[in-house]
Each structure stands twice: as structure tokens, then as C-alpha cells.
């Protein structure tokens, strides 16, 4: 039974204070280094998406040019023509966007929205996509109405749910396509889910090798960044075994390495030669590593525990990747915090312990399994 006090009303003061002061350093820091006037850089691409706005990028005139292999600008422009382009409407939409998040995993869980929203504070990322145009909120937002739709099994929630992945990258909605796959009927070992996860990771292996050519844009990319920093030479060495076909035996390192890696690197906090990603990124990587350590202390980092299921996927589908962004896994942290204040260790969201689920019609559109 879902508590009566979700604590929606507090969570909304909150994030209106947090709005309020958002709107101060934007006056007095932000905007200025989103126009490049500043070297203080807390966002990733919003200096990118704003160029993009204004047509500054001759390769995206329109909306097919928004969505590619190597960056979708879809999700972002969207917000930012909304916005019409006015960082003070940015900062406003993505705090409606971050409440109607919390609002729809509170009332779909039965959770405290307010203890959700503190916990996701501890995250500079959190900060961050509340002060800029960036895809990590309309992340939350999919995560949001994924939750409701695996609650509620509502195809049209599906539907927007998926809407949502088209407008932030498109590994996001590859990666809804294989939960519905893996959590459907047609999945014979949907019940063991270690398999369910073993199986999957031989697949992308293997397809990661035969679509080789068509990811090459990727790998480009990364081979170019790679040859400006200064590493071990550790995550080159993970990639080189993954472009052998052996994804899933170095997984858990690439995973682990990609998740909390930079978290440790209190070196480069010391002295930062990029702030998002020496600050922001790490800071961000080190609050994932300290909310795993809470969630294994209290057992709920177990394939059992569907929201930790969903991440692991998550976390499947997105290392494969060769770009090393800790940015692209803001959803794992927020998929942990939300197992973290669940009223139970087992939170119903897939599968027959899932509320409001019924044998009609509906049910079933995915096949989804009961």
C-alpha cells in the first residue's frame, strides 16, 4: 500500500530554491562561460547545443541532420527552442522536468520524493543538468516514465517512454528495446536473469564486431581522444579486446573501469586541468562509487532487485561504447538511488509482483511476462 505522505510538496520548495539560486549563478557565472566568456565550464556540450540553435553548425540545419551515430543534438535543441534559447527558461524547464520526474517514481513506487531528490543532490551531475540545456535531464525523465509503464503496464507509457530514448541517444533506446526483449514472454530464461545478462553480452560482442563499419564513426572519435590524453593505457587495452569479439569477458573490468575509475582520481580534483571533467565528471563517479557501497551493504545491488536488474542492462548495453564519458551513466546513479529509499530491498516494478497488473489485452502488448 502506497504511503499517503509523499513529500511532493517539499521536494517542489526545494527544487524552487535550487532554481532561484541556479538563476543567481547564472547571472553572475554561468552564462558567461556557456557564451565562452568563462573558462569555469560546468555542462558538457550545452555550449554545443546552443551553437547548433543558432545555426552555428553548418552539418545541422534541420531535423534529420539532429540525430546521427556519432551525437543526437534532438532532445537538446527541442528544450532549447521551447526555451527559445533563453538560459533562464532552460534553468526553469529542467526543474519542472526533474519534479514531474520524481513526482511520477514517487507515485509509481510509493517512495519519498524528497529523501529521492536529496539523494540525487549528492550528485554534481544532478546540479548541473538543472543549471543548462543537456540530455541527462530528459534521461531521468525516460527513466521516470519507464518506471511508471513497468508499474502501471501502460502501452502508451511504453510509447512516450521510448519517445523520450529517440531524443537522447539512441544507445538509450537500443537499450529499451532489450529490457522489453529480456523482460518479455518470449524470453524463455526471463526468470534467470544471470543468464539473461550472460546471453546478452555475447550478443552485443558479436554484433559490436559486425556492425563494426557502421561504428567506425565512434571508434574514430575515440582513437582521436585517445592520442590527447595522457592515460595507463588500460582502457585502449579493454578496447582492443573488445574489438576482438571478447566484450563479454572484459565487461565487469570496462564497466567497473567506466562507472568508478575517475571517481579515485583524487590527483586531478587537486589540480584540475578541465573542470567538468576533473571536477564535475569525477565528483560524479566517486558519489556512484559511495551509493554502490550503500546499496551492497544493504543487499539491494542483487539481479533480484528489479531497478538494479535494469541498470546492469543499462550498464551492458552503454560500456560497449568506446568513448569514455562517466557522464552517459548519471542514469545508473539514478536508478540506485531510487533502490537505495525504496520503502522495500525488492521494489514491484517487473514481473507478477508489479502493481495494477491484469491478464487484459494491455498487459500483454510487449509480452510483457506476469
Given amino acids: 500500500m502506497i504511503p499517503r505522505r509523499l513529500h511532493l510538496l517539499p521536494c517542489a520548495l526545494l527544487l524552487c530554491i535550487l532554481t532561484l539560486l541556479g538563476a543567481i549563478f547564472l547571472f553572475a557565472v554561468g552564462i558567461d562561460a556557456l557564451q565562452g566568456r568563462s573558462d569555469f565550464q560546468f555542462f558538457a556540450d550545452s555550449n554545443t547545443y546552443h551553437e547548433a540553435a543558432s545555426g552555428g553548425i553548418p552539418t ?9 551515430i556519432t551525437g543526437n543534438f534532438l532532445g537538446p535543441l527541442l528544450i532549447l527552442w ?9 534553468l526553469v524547464l529542467n526543474a519542472v522536468l526533474m519534479y514531474l520526474s520524481i513526482r511520477i517514481i514517487a507515485k509509481s513506487l510509493g517512495l519519498d520524493a524528497l529523501r529521492l531528490l536529496i539523494v540525487l543532490l549528492l550528485n554534481p551531475l544532478t546540479i548541473s543538468s538543472l543549471l543548462s540545456v543537456n ?11 519507464l518506471i511508471r509503464a513497468y508499474c502501471n503496464r501502460s502501452v502508451l507509457t511504453f510509447i512516450l517512454a521510448m519517445a523520450v530514448s529517440v531524443l ?16 518479455g514472454r518470449w524470453n524463455p530464461v526471463r526468470r534467470h536473469r544471470g543468464v539473461s545478462i ?10 559490436y564486431v559486425a556492425l563494426a563499419p557502421i561504428l567506425e564513426p565512434v571508434q574514430v572519435n575515440f582513437e582521436s581522444a585517445a592520442a590527447e590524453y595522457e592515460g595507463s593505457g588500460f582502457y585502449e587495452w579493454l578496447i582492443d579486446v573488445q574489438n576482438a569479439g571478447l566484450y563479454w569477458l572484459i565487461f565487469p573490468l570496462k564497466a567497473a573501469h567506466l562507472l568508478f575509475g575517475s571517481g579515485l582520481r583524487m590527483d586531478r580534483l587537486l589540480n584540475p ?3 567538468y571533467n576533473d571536477v564535475w565528471q569525477l565528483l560524479h563517479s566517486t558519489a556512484t562509487l559511495v551509493l554502490f557501497v550503500f546499496l551492497w551493504r544493504a543487499r539491494r545491488a542483487r539481479l533480484a532487485n528489479d531497478l538494479f536488474f535494469i541498470s546492469v542492462v543499462y550498464v551492458a548495453v552503454f560500456a560497449i561504447t568506446p568513448i569514455y564519458a562517466a557522464r552517459y551513466f548519471y542514469m545508473v546513479y539514478v536508478l540506485w538511488a531510487v533502490a537505495l529509499v525504496s520503502r522495500t530491498p525488492f521494489p514491484p516494478l517487473i514481473g507478477s509482483r508489479a ?6 489485452r494491455a498487459s500483454h502488448a510487449f509480452g510483457l511476462s506476469t
Fill in 60 to 68: 545541422i540545419q534541420g531535423i534529420g541532420d539532429a540525430i546521427a
Fill in 82 to 90: 521551447l526555451a527559445g534559447e533563453n538560459d533562464y527558461v532552460v
Fill in 135 to 145: 540530455k541527462e535531464i530528459l534521461s531521468v525523465l525516460f527513466l521516470a516514465l
Fill in 168 to 183: 537522447v541517444r539512441w544507445q538509450l533506446t537500443v537499450f529499451f528495446l532489450i529490457l522489453i526483449g529480456l523482460t
Fill in 198 to 207: 550472460v546471453l546478452l553480452l555475447l550478443a552485443l560482442s558479436a554484433l
Fill in 273 to 275: 586541468t578541465e573542470i
Fill in 355 to 360: 502493481k495494477g497488473l491484469t491478464r487484459g
